[in-house]
């Protein structure tokens, strides 16, 4: 069973950075795309940041030269760097691998900022 296993997440103040990683059990040479999302408490899941495999990375406005998504292909792993991070960034973030077959989801990291 394919699995995605996210890590990286915490406590940071606002201004700091983290790096999400996103661990897969399967290659990721081949997806159609990559992607990041969040969820804050009582809100819905949002949408962040994804990485097709063919045109380059797009980005929520509320992330957008804050964010970078990016991959590793030997290592089957897809990082988000997070600079200048804000209160309004806490939330559980999630990953989202897209195959021609099969869609599957990592189990999320919280990310809280403080101020």
């Known amino acids: 069973q394919v699995q995605l296993v996210e890590s990286g997440g915490g406590l940071v103040q606002a201004g700091e950075s983290l790096r999400l990683s996103c661990r897969v059990s399967r290659s990721i040479d081949y997806i159609k795309s990559a992607g990041w999302y969040r969820q804050a408490p009582g809100k819905q899941r949002e949408w962040v940041a994804t990485l097709p495999t063919y045109g380059g990375p797009t980005y929520a406005d509320s992330v957008k030269g804050r964010f970078t998504i990016s991959k590793d292909g030997p290592r089957d792993t897809i990082y988000l760097q997070m600079d200048n991070l804000k209160p309004e960034d806490t939330a559980v973030y999630y990953c989202?691998?897209?195959?021609?077959?099969?869609?599957?989801w990592g189990q999320g990291t919280q990310v809280t900022v403080s101020s």
């Open positions: 989202n691998i897209q195959w021609p077959d099969l869609s599957k």
